[in-house]
């Protein structure tokens, strides 16, 4: 008879390869690591059922530092791999992991489709608004004016904003949160685990080479209670010092204003509630930036709906159903057939 | 000579001939290709060998009595074995101007000409070019003109049932079948049948069909036929025993990779783009759920390959499908998965190039893509499909190889084989013998790109197996562990590792065979893929005439059969025909540095017999 030893917990360094971590010093992403490292650790997480599947890039070299299953693909197709993953495997739990040029230019049209076909994947772009890798160039979420080796005097295109893309493709889920957040990321990490669907998580994550400081307008100590709101489903928008400060509805323009508490007359009932459930509201945190609006971090949006995979094996297991029997003898022979004597 | 049919009477006052090349042209909106398919299928039924050919155009709905809106379907029946859809037409049926003017080429010295003088209208005859109406001037001398005012005759056989009129000419092509039924007195019973099955729900368009049907056999039957209309007798072709069905490349393809996979024990995830002409594959294999086939109509070409090696890599059977614009999108997804040694199957129904080329047209001029079309030294098997029903087995086999050897494989077929149809004798899919993967799942001693002795194929390990967690990528990988190594002397060793485990292939393949003559013969003509028939036809032929040449012909591109060498090198001449500028001449020159010479042709269509004969007579008559 065996006996069963019970399971044993497994830690964060469980979930560590022996593999050295190439990743330049200080660089953001050693933190994300971390962070997934400690999530998946704090939800019991199977290794061997884990898949990391990523595309190419700094972030995309994330899975050959995770002591699970991992598949280190090509520039941009990492959504594609990943769904062709859970379409054969949908038992699997399968985290896509990649950058803003990976998910947003050069693969942005597989991430759109993936978002909106809602494929059961945690979708971690990690976004530090910069081509790391090759060496420092601006990418799709750099600001208007970024120097770079191929804009000299400053980038000229408009920055997409990967909240707004994923909420406006129909993802049914879409959180944000920081490299430096360590105690927010790992929450915001287990939420979108648990979420069934294409679970989309922009990290916005410092390159310390190329774009060093991008996001320290609202990550810095000094400002972030000011310039960082942190939503909860269910809880009044308020942020700042004390949470002095939160959002109302304007409704007659339909827009989110900043108020402070106590003036005005404005009280903590006046404030707008988050409900993630609401895609306008969502819409409507996501747009914000500073300085004249704080940057919302936490579950924008989350929506259950039904998985694409799980769609796919509800119609086979329908037609598996439906036939008699799945004979291949019967198949070859179905149709107009004559017999030469 | 050509696939020329000889004559004689039969005692009914029918003419007996060997075979006949018969083809409908009409408008897109005529129904020529259900016309075609119901004269294939009641020819098969006579127990005819046949080999078809559709020709459609690009545009769905072509603007009405264009040139370009000209859609066709042949078909070449015989008392004896088909090899081709045919040289030459006995009879062209056309249902309007534009009909005429692009297929009359096509037609032998005196062939039957049978014309809807109905639709020869001055805007209709404006519209094909025609200054006068050459049903009324001496511009078809050469050819037995039957001008029937089918319109006319259609709308009167359906008058009845009380539809309008732009419904009952819809009838018109039923009636056309049913002239040509009683030409070569063919019976109407099949369909018949079909027509109540298809339109059970809508009973007055059944019987308004099967009323033109009936009216066009009448017509020739109650002698209103002009007398330069025969009618004939193609008696039954000696075939093999059994049971048969009609089958299409795409059908025999889809079929073969669902056989392939319950051989392999796997399921399919079929990932896919729309494309012509690929997409017939897809559409049939997403009937197949019943078989827990999962078909993915992905986002773009990329994605759909990338989602097979995803499928692949979680233990599925990867299957990506496409024509020539879209396999060279998925090119770099491909050469990953050469890299990290998935399986990966690939289907290419090649068609003209380059970049959109002629969608609807057949080509064989992927081979370069395939054999050589991706970044860094990318070995992979090719195979190709040979006739329509050849691709049952093609499919069979590179699932075999793909899934034995941890690599894709690319099939290619083209547009003529997808599309055309031939008999097809049923086999028993129990006869097949059974090549179920194994996964790896013993943790002892495991290294993801430990290889097999023999095939040199490292192990296939599904995500969800406990203790053999691992990664693998794009980045060149360690002998033995797969980490990331960026060392020179491992990039040597791999990459000649990869180009050994496919050329081992070689070892796995049956040695090639001479389809027809001897080795030694004065002329080897050599070929792959759709001229198969043709070139069989041509060969045969000029051996009859004394000539001394062989056929050989390939399925297996990359690697080549291993005795192919010195097979070759035991000819005179070796000629390569190929819808293409000299692919494979290429290849067979580059690796046996032998003397090849192409006959090669891009004009969209097969070759005809009669121009391979011309090909074969002028290297063994100079």
């Known amino acids: ?341 | 000579m050509s696939e020329v049919a000889t004559a004689e009477r039969s005692d009914e006052g029918r003419q007996e001939v060997e075979s006949a090349v018969v083809r409908f042209a009409g408008d897109s909106g005529d129904g020529m290709q259900l016309t075609g398919s119901h004269f294939t299928m009641t020819a098969a039924i006579a127990g005819n060998d046949l080999a078809t050919f559709p020709d459609f155009p690009a545009e769905i709905r072509a603007p009405a009595g264009t040139t370009f809106g000209v859609s066709a379907f042949q078909i070449n029946f015989g008392a004896r074995k088909i090899m081709t859809s045919g040289d030459l037409l006995d009879v062209l049926v056309v249902m309007n101007p534009a009909a005429l003017v692009t297929n009359l080429a096509d037609v032998k010295p005196n062939g039957i000409v049978i014309a809807d003088s109905g639709a020869f209208t001055a805007r209709n005859l404006t519209k094909a070019g025609y200054e006068e109406n050459p049903l009324e001037n001496d511009s078809l001398e050469g050819y037995r003109l039957v001008k029937i005012d089918m319109s006319r005759l259609t709308v009167e056989a359906v008058k009845e049932f009380g539809l309008s009129n732009k419904e009952a000419l819809r009838s018109k092509n039923m009636w056309a079948l049913g002239v040509v039924y009683w030409m070569y007195g063919r019976k109407r019973q099949a369909s018949i049948d079909w027509l109540e099955t298809k339109f059970a729900k809508q009973p007055d368009i059944a019987k308004a069909n099967i009323a033109a049907l009936n009216a066009g056999h009448a017509f020739g039957e109650t002698a209103e036929m002009p007398a330069e209309l025969g009618t004939y007798e193609v008696e039954s072709a000696t075939i093999e025993p059994g049971l048969y069905r009609t089958i299409t490349g795409g059908e025999s393809v889809s079929l073969g990779l669902l056989a392939g996979s319950l051989l392999a024990d796997l399921k399919i995830a079929f990932c896919s783009y729309p494309i012509t002409p690929a997409s017939a594959l897809l559409h049939q294999l997403a009937r197949m759920k019943e078989f827990g086939v999962v078909t993915f109509q992905a986002e773009d070409e990329i994605a759909a390959a990338a989602a097979a090696i995803g499928a692949s890599y979680a233990g599925a059977l990867g299957i990506t499908s496409s024509s020539g614009p879209g396999i060279a999108l998925k090119m770099e997804a491909i050469g990953l998965a050469i890299a990290t040694e998935l399986p990966l199957v690939v289907i290419n129904s090649q068609r003209a190039g380059p970049s959109t080329g002629l969608p609807t047209k057949t080509e064989q001029s992927d081979l370069y893509q395939a054999v050589y079309g991706r970044n860094g030294d990318a070995p992979m098997p090719v195979i190709s499909v040979s006739t329509p029903s050849d691709g049952y087995e093609v499919a069979i086999e590179a699932v075999r190889i793909a899934t034995k050897y941890m690599t894709p494989v690319m099939v290619l077929t083209d547009g003529y084989i997808t599309n055309a149809s031939e008999p097809w004798l049923i086999p028993d899919a129990a006869d097949a013998e059974r090549f179920d993967v194994e996964f790896r799942t013993d943790p002892e001693n495991f290294q993801p790109f430990m290889r097999d002795g023999e095939t040199l194929a490292r192990p296939w390990v599904k995500p969800g197996t406990p203790d053999l967690m691992h990664r693998i990528g794009g980045i060149e990988r360690s002998y033995d562990s797969g980490h990331i190594s960026y060392d020179p002397e491992n990039h040597q060793k791999m990459t000649d590792v990869r180009a050994a485990k496919v050329l081992g292939i070689a070892n796995d393949i049956p040695e090639q065979t001479i389809e027809v003559g001897e080795a030694g013969a004065k002329l080897a003509v050599v070929g792959w893929g759709s001229t198969y028939g043709p070139i069989n036809r041509a060969v045969n032929n000029m051996r009859d005439e004394g000539l001394d040449v062989a056929q050989i012909h390939l399925r297996y591109i990359w690697p080549l059969p291993r005795n192919l060498g010195e097979l070759l090198g035991t000819f005179d001449q070796i000629l390569v025909p190929e819808m293409n500028t000299g692919q494979l001449r290429t290849l067979l020159r580059d690796q046996f540095l032998l003397p090849a010479e192409g006959h090669n042709k891009v004009n969209g269509k097969p070759f005809l017999i009669g121009e391979l004969e011309d090909a074969i007579r002028a290297r063994l008559e100079k």
Request: charged letters at 20%; glycine letters at 8%.
């Open chain 1, 1 to 341: 008879m065996n006996v069963q030893s019970p399971p044993e917990k497994l830690t964060a360094r469980d979930f560590a390869t022996d593999q050295e971590v190439r990743w330049c010093p200080g660089c953001g992403d050693y933190a994300i690591l971390k962070g997934v490292q400690n999530t998946l650790a704090q939800l019991e997480a199977d290794p061997k059922n884990t898949v990391f599947v990523s595309g190419i890039g700094c972030a995309a070299r994330f899975p050959y530092y995770m002591e699970t299953y991992g598949f280190h693909t090509i520039h941009g197709r990492s959504p594609a791999v990943a769904s062709g993953v859970k379409l054969a495997n949908p038992e699997l739990d399968v985290w896509v992991v990649g950058g803003d040029g990976d998910m947003l230019s050069i693969g942005g049209n597989h991430t759109m489709h993936v978002i909106r076909r809602n494929v059961d994947l945690q979708i971690l772009l990690f976004n530090n608004q910069i081509y790391g890798l090759t060496k420092g160039q601006y990418s799709p979420t750099s600001k208007i004016g970024t120097k770079s080796p191929s804009t000299p005097l400053g980038s000229i295109d408009n920055p997409v904003s990967a909240a707004q893309f994923a909420l406006g493709v129909g993802g049914t889920f879409i959180a944000r949160s920081s490299d430096i957040l360590q105690k927010h990321l790992p929450e915001v990490l287990k939420r979108a685990y648990k979420h069934k669907g294409a679970s989309f998580v922009e990290i916005f994550q410092n390159c310390i080479v190329y774009n060093d400081g991008v996001f320290k307008h609202f990550t810095e100590k000094s400002v972030q209670d000011e310039m960082q709101i942190h939503v909860e489903h269910g809880e009044p928008l308020l942020f700042g010092t004390d949470k002095s400060k939160g959002l109302i509805l304007n409704k007659d323009e339909m827009r989110l204003e900043v108020v402070t508490l106590g003036e005005n007359g404005i009280t903590v009932d006046d404030i707008a509630v988050h409900d993630e459930t609401n895609r306008g509201l969502a819409t409507m945190l996501a747009q914000m930036d500073p300085p004249d609006y704080p940057v919302a971090l936490g579950v924008l949006y989350a929506e259950p709906a039904p998985t694409y995979e799980a769609s796919v094996h509800a119609q086979i297991a329908q037609a598996t159903k439906d036939a008699d029997k799945a004979d291949l003898n019967s198949l070859l022979r179905r149709g107009q057939t004559w017999t030469v004597e």
